[in-house]
């Protein structure tokens, strides 16, 4: 079965879509971020956008790669 979301109470858990670049990029360029992720080197608007295909890609081909996390409230991408 494939799974597009899942929602909680608070939050949407979703595939990633072109338009999470600009705030994926303000959190994966946030070196307090990035200290919990890998290495720890900041991605680049590039690296997020191409990680944002990628997602993409292997979602349409039901292969979750990384979900999206948005509030419920507001629509705010935060994760």
């Known amino acids: 079965m494939k799974r ?5 109470p608070r939050l949407r858990c979703r595939a990633p879509r072109v338009a999470d670049t600009d705030p994926l990029y303000e ?7 990035m ?3 890998g290495s ?3 991605w680049s608007k590039q690296d997020v956008a191409k990680r944002i295909e990628r997602g993409m890609a292997l979602f349409a081909d ?6 999206t996390i948005e ?4 629509g705010a991408v935060i994760g």
Do not use: A, H, K, M
Request: aromatic share 18%; no cysteine.
């Open 71 to 74: 509030r419920l409230d507001t």
């Open 27 to 33: 959190l994966f360029n946030d070196p307090e971020v």
């Open 40 to 42: 720890g080197s900041r």
């Open 62 to 67: 039901d292969r979750p790669y990384f979900w």
């Open 4 to 8: 597009t979301e899942v929602i909680t």
């Open 35 to 37: 200290r919990f992720i």
